[in-house]
């Protein structure tokens, strides 16, 4: 079955980076893309963008471009989010969410990483 | 962006009775790329309804989805205890992908 790992909690400073992990069994790692959205407290979840680890291909949001890297690690079937200059308004939990390999329906979900910036 | 709304903010019912939820989109979804998540307290979204009508795996059928272009619904047959939680309308058919701010779904 469909397995999605990610890494543990983080606590940063504002303006530090934060690069989070997911590791991904139970399916051809490069035959999905791999989407990461957040959630910051008590809102509605929002799409960052994703990647194609097959050809490494990338999207993101208009609203983290520029401070958002999507990154994998074929070998390891594991998928990298790295978001630098964090500010407050970035503390949120954060999924990576495999979707159905047809169209971006995002099927799998991970558990979520709290990533909390303050100082 | 598609920009969607949801109807009501909160609805407060008792196990057994229906519920209807409403998503509605600032422009039509394309090919119907509308599909629901159920949120609980703590865990991660989970699929309900995809393609606006069609269950995900294991979904009992209690739960279905309507409606195309611009107005979608979710209803709840029948309430069990275990479907009090926050509702979200997605669409993935345009980039940016987008969610509706929520239902949640409230015990009475």
């Known amino acids: 079955q469909v397995q999605l790992v990610q890494s543990g909690a983080e606590v940063k400073n504002p303006g530090a980076s934060v690069k989070v992990s997911c590791k991904a069994s139970g399916y051809t790692f490069t035959y999905y893309a791999m989407h990461w959205v957040r959630q910051a407290p008590g809102q509605r979840p929002e799409w960052m963008g994703w990647?194609?680890?097959?050809?490494?291909?990338?999207e993101y949001s208009q609203k983290v471009q520029g401070r958002v890297t999507f990154t994998t690690d074929t070998s390891a079937t594991t998928v990298y989010m790295e978001l630098s200059s964090l500010r407050s308004e970035d503390t949120a939990v954060y999924y990576c969410v495999r979707d159905s390999g047809r169209d971006w329906l995002l099927e799998h979900w991970g558990q979520g990483i709290l990533v909390t910036v303050s100082s | 962006e598609i920009v969607l709304t949801q109807s009501p903010g909160t609805l407060s019912l008792s196990p057994g009775e229906r519920a209807t939820l409403s998503c509605r989109a600032s422009?039509?979804?394309?090919?119907?790329?509308l599909a629901w998540y159920q949120q609980k307290p703590g865990q991660a979204p989970r699929l309900l309804i995809y393609g606006a009508s069609t269950r995900a795996t294991g979904i009992p059928d209690r739960f279905s989805g309507s409606g195309s272009g611009t107005d979608f619904t979710l209803t709840v047959s029948r309430l069990e205890p275990e479907d009090f939680a926050v509702y979200y309308c997605h669409q993935y058919g345009n980039s940016p992908l987008t969610f509706g701010q929520g239902t949640k779904v409230e015990i009475k």
């Open positions: 990647i194609n680890p097959g050809n490494h291909n990338t």
């Open positions: 422009q039509s979804v394309s090919s119907t790329y």
